[in-house]
């Protein structure tokens, strides 16, 4: 078959180039030298986290802020129906006042 054919040329043993074990040593060497860098993805995960914590913070300041809104005008509401509801009640009361008089 070709694919047998392909893949056993494919995966055939080829000797590796002049002077291949002595770059990949010396690379090794060279990397225990150097100090470890920290990887580049740490610093975008903490970035990332930072964001989601501040606009996790930012969202919940934001649904209080309009839960106290929201809060403040029931409060008004309910105040100008009382005071509407006071109003109301005193002019029935001196209504039966002026009946109950004559």
Do not use: C, Y
């Not at 590796?16 to 770059?23: C, L, M, T, V």
């Not at 990887?39 to 309009?66: D, N, S």
């Amino acid at each position: 078959m070709s694919l047998d054919n392909d893949l056993r040329s494919a995966l055939r043993r080829v000797p590796a180039p002049e002077g291949f074990a002595d770059r990949v040593l010396s690379r090794v060497k060279s990397a225990e030298r150097r100090p470890a860098a920290a990887p580049w993805w740490r610093a975008v995960a903490a970035t990332l986290l930072l964001a989601a914590i501040l606009g996790g913070w930012g969202a919940h300041e934001m649904v209080e802020r309009r839960r106290e809104a929201a809060g403040q005008l029931a409060r008004d509401q309910v105040l100008l129906a009382l005071r509407i509801t006071g109003e109301k009640l005193s002019q029935a009361q001196r209504g039966v006042r002026h009946i109950t008089r004559q």
